[in-house]
């Protein structure tokens, strides 16, 4: 059985303008979602930009990507899909990892779920810092949140995986280790 992410890359469509069309098309549609973060500081109505903001979360990235297919062709998007996953998996979580990073990787996942869940029966104004803070603190732990699934490794996606699939057993390493 081969590994489907062994593939050998799809050929180079010729870099003509619609090729670089293609690919700016969906740089932009992925990049537009940042865009929402500027919105807020621009002097529309709110009504204008609730609208903006959606658009630039949940329509404009999935307009962009449609017609970069259209622009690419079907050869084309196959090659830039096949490059952008071999950057993401280079750059992505190794399949296993040490006790030291997993242990590290486990603490970083627990305390910002910890913090949330002490913050929903606790009052705000009892922790310091927290009413003026609260944005910075948010994005602080989301962040914390996010890379520690990076640092757990891969066998820990299939971990949580398996929390989802009903016929999953848990397995558990003897003593010797193994």
Not at 26 to 41: C, E, Q, R
Not at 98 to 113: D, E, K, Q, S
Request: hydrophobic fraction near 50%.
């Amino acid at each position: 059985m081969t590994d489907p992410t062994s593939q050998n890359t799809p050929a180079a469509p010729s870099p003509g303008w619609r090729f670089r069309v293609g690919v700016a098309l969906i740089a932009v549609g992925f990049l537009s979602p940042l865009g929402a973060l500027l919105v807020p500081f621009t002097d529309l109505s709110m009504g204008m930009k609730a609208t903006l903001s959606g658009a630039l979360i949940a329509g404009i990235p999935e307009l962009f990507t449609v017609a970069a297919v259209a622009m690419l062709g079907k050869a084309g998007f196959n090659y830039v899909k096949h490059r952008i996953m071999a950057m993401l998996r280079r750059y992505g979580p190794p399949k296993e990892v040490g006790p030291v990073r997993y242990y590290l990787g486990l603490v970083m996942w627990l305390i910002p779920a910890l913090y949330a869940w002490v913050l929903m029966y606790t009052p705000h104004d009892m922790i310091p810092g927290f009413p003026e803070y609260q944005i910075h603190i948010g994005l602080t732990f989301d962040f914390i949140f996010a890379v520690s699934f990076f640092v757990l490794g891969g066998d820990f996606w299939d971990k949580l995986r398996a929390l989802f699939v009903h016929k999953a057993k848990a397995s558990f390493p003897d003593a010797a280790g193994r």
